[in-house]
């Protein structure tokens, strides 16, 4: 099935500063979506996003489909921003089903 | 909209005892997830229904696990009977198509087995 790759697996920022968060997935996808989960535990959707770039605020992502990796840019991080943020990927290699990776688990520090 | 709804949001057990999980997907979405996230294994996929019907059931542990989906608004999944190891959350979520659909996830179950 497909792999996918998270990193870096923890990250810690001061408020303010500026971050990217890497996905990287072994095989081709239709399907790759962002979501964060927050300290209380939901799974926030952020983007869904099987290529090209998106914006929505502080936040904006981009996936390059054909090298297979998306990157998530965070921008002026805040508090409320901590949390682990999963890609999730489907495609024909894991029959469409999606796969999420391990997490990169955010702190930012006020 | 309405989104994923779960219930129960935590649920506290004893080993031996039965639990069921459940889950109202979005209306429409024609695809239910079952999802178990742990600290070991993270978020794996467990089953999944298309139009009701289970279609890949091979994340399901063992044989204590049991999922239905008698109609399109509506799925259960048990655990009987229940061991402190299938202490988790449970996710619920829903999908319109399975391929290139946007998933959804509920707010999760969280259980703990004593």
């Known amino acids: 099935g497909i792999q996918v790759e998270q990193s870096p697996p923890d990250l810690i920022l001061q408020e303010g500063a500026n971050s990217t968060l890497r996905c990287n997935f072994s095989?081709?996808?239709?399907?790759l979506q962002w979501f964060h989960q927050n300290p209380w535990g939901q799974l926030i959707n952020l983007f869904y996003?099987?290529?090209g770039t998106k914006q929505n605020g502080r936040l904006s992502a981009t996936t390059v489909a054909t090298e297979r990796y998306s990157l998530l840019y965070i921008s002026s991080s805040q508090t409320t921003d901590s949390g682990v943020y999963f890609c999730a990927v489907a495609g024909s290699g894991n029959a469409g089903k999606s796969t999420f990776g391990d997490g990169t688990t955010l702190t930012v520090k006020p | 909209d309405a989104g994923v709804i779960q219930s129960p949001r935590h649920e506290v057990t004893e080993m031996g005892q039965e639990v069921t999980l459940r889950c109202k997907p979005i209306?429409?979405?024609?695809?239910l997830f079952w999802y178990r996230q742990t600290m070991m294994r993270g978020l794996e996929l467990l089953i999944y229904f298309n139009n009701n019907v289970p279609i890949d059931d091979s994340g399901m542990p063992e044989d204590r696990f049991s999922a239905k989906m008698p109609n399109a608004s509506f799925s259960t999944l048990k655990i009987q009977p229940s061991e402190p190891r299938d202490s988790a959350v449970y996710f619920c979520?829903?999908?319109?198509?399975?391929?290139?659909?946007?998933?959804?996830f509920g707010e999760g179950s969280r259980l703990t087995v004593l």
């Open positions: 996003i099987p290529s």
């Open positions: 979520a829903s999908t319109r198509i399975l391929n290139t659909g946007e998933l959804f």
């Open positions: 209306s429409g979405h024609d695809y």
């Open positions: 095989d081709s996808v239709n399907n």
